[in-house]
Antibody, heavy 118, light 111 residues
């Protein structure tokens, strides 16, 4: 069974860049079966898809975040990462990494809360 | 692109059945059989409960079922139990540039 674990800072200053990493175990980011996704959830609100990357490096981002987001994959470490620049208070959220196969998100990380504050 | 439309809340008594709707457009829910449903308890990550409109992952109770008619998908929970109290989110593939779209979420209360 695939397991995912997010890691990164819990606090980011306004205007800075957020960097989060998702470590995959029980599966390989090199698998052609999966797309590797980032999803976020502001406190008390719903889910927002950020984007995905495949093992081959193909990617797609939410248009609302496209100008600020980059998702990358490191097959040697079995990890994928997200960078979101120009952070504001509106980016405060729990950030999840998730695997996507056949149109659904079948495995999720536990989530990591990122707060934007000076 | 706007989120899929779900009722903000639904409620039911133990043993009853409830349904949660998820309304989109022909560019997402109505156009593809890639609707999925997720259960989320407070402080926890979402968990996949239904995928491809009607399919249940291994380990999910058969009290949970999914369906779709036109641009609206539905999640039905029969024989409500206290442990079903949670937030439920629908999601669909979208042919728009968004690619993936979520519903706003529905809070299920078991009375």
């Amino acid at each position: 069974q695939v397991q995912l674990q997010e890691s990164g800072p819990g606090l980011v200053k306004p205007s800075e860049t957020l960097s989060l990493t998702c470590t995959v175990s029980g599966g390989s980011v090199s698998s052609g079966t999966y797309y590797w996704n980032w999803i976020r959830q502001p406190p008390g609100k719903g889910l927002e898809w950020i984007g995905y990357i495949s093992y081959s490096g193909s990617f797609n981002y939410n248009p609302s975040l496209k100008s600020r987001v980059t998702i990358s994959v490191d097959t040697s470490k079995n990890q994928f990462s997200v960078e979101l620049n120009s952070m504001t208070a509106a980016d405060t959220a729990v950030y999840y990494c998730a695997s996507r196969r056949n149109g659904c998100f079948d495995y999720w990380g536990q989530g990591t809360l990122v707060t934007v504050s000076s | 692109q706007s989120a899929l439309t779900q009722p903000a809340s639904v409620s039911g008594s133990p043993g009853q059945s409830i349904s949660i709707s998820c309304t989109g457009t022909s560019s997402d829910v109505g156009g593809y059989n890639y609707v999925s449903w997720y259960q989320q308890h407070p402080g926890k990550a979402p968990k996949l409960f239904i995928y491809d409109v009607t399919k249940r992952p291994s380990g999910v109770s058969n009290r949970f079922s999914g369906s779709k008619s036109g641009n609206t998908a539905s999640l039905t929970i029969s024989g409500l139990q206290a442990e079903d109290e949670a937030d439920y989110y629908c999601s669909s593939y979208s042919s728009s540039s968004t690619n993936v779209i979520f519903g706003g979420g529905t809070k299920l209360t078991v009375l």
